[in-house]
């Protein structure tokens, strides 16, 4: 079975600060890791994926298979990044269904 | 980029009558659908998977009687609510997959949901 843990419901910090939201993840074969934003009032949109390596908005999330763990980094947070995070798992093969973290509100105070 | 529609955004109904949501791909073929409940301050909990074509996977503890999924085309797939009661109150998100490199490269596309509320 597959499963992605959130470990932080709500993650408060000021501007400018650095911000680390927790993504574990189990899962027995090769999994595919993504980062979706939900912005207040809008649709759940892709952040990042783990194959591409790419930064989006200064985030980057790196993927580490011995620890099983996906977290999404960013150096200096800023208002704009307040929203809803949710860490996803896609099974390699067959259906490819995805699972969602609980998720994690990111705040960022000015 | 992919886009998913769907509607209605929000709608109000009163306990007993049923209601369907809509799930249109504007710009690739949606070869999967997953459909989500969405708790407050709650992550998206899967209901159903549908192919085009086939039957709709239902997740154990979901009513597949009362959570009707249609998936008869490419670009459309719709949710109906059936015999809605006040506890089926939500919000219904769907997500599209369209081939396995669109997934591969752009992940999984959201609706913008749909608040029900039962009266």
């Known amino acids: 079975a597959q499963r992605v843990t959130q470990p932080e419901k709500l993650l408060s910090v000021f501007k400018g600060a650095p911000v680390e939201l927790k993504c574990n993840y189990s899962y027995s074969g090769s999994p595919e890791l993504f980062w979706y934003v939900q912005y207040s009032r809008q649709r759940l949109q892709l952040l990042l994926r783990h194959i591409s390596r790419e930064s989006i908005k200064g985030f980057t999330a790196d993927l580490n298979k011995g620890e099983t763990s996906f977290h999404l980094k960013k150096p200096f947070a800023q208002e704009e990044d307040s929203a809803m995070y949710y860490c996803?798992?896609?099974?390699?093969?067959?259906?490819?269904?995805?699972?969602f973290g609980r998720g994690t509100s990111l705040i960022v105070h000015p | 980029g992919a886009v998913v529609s769907q509607h209605p955004s929000w709608v109000i109904c009163k306990s007993g009558t049923s209601v369907k949501i809509e799930c249109r791909s504007l710009?690739?073929?949606?070869?999967?659908m997953f459909w989500y409940r969405q708790f407050p301050k709650q992550s998206l909990m899967l209901m159903a998977t549908s192919n085009e074509g086939s039957k709709a996977t239902y997740e154990q503890g979901v009513e597949k009687d009362k959570f009707l999924i249609n998936h008869a085309s490419l670009t459309l797939s719709t949710l109906t609510v059936t015999s809605a009661h006040p506890e089926d109150s939500s919000f219904y998100i769907c997500?599209?997959?369209?081939?396995?490199?669109?997934?591969?490269?752009?992940?999984?596309?959201f609706g913008s949901g749909t608040r029900l509320t039962v009266v």
């Open positions: 710009d690739f073929q949606a070869t999967t």
């Open positions: 996803a798992l896609s099974s390699s093969g067959g259906s490819y269904i995805p699972t």
């Open positions: 997500s599209a997959r369209g081939t396995e490199w669109e997934r591969a490269n752009y992940g999984y596309t």
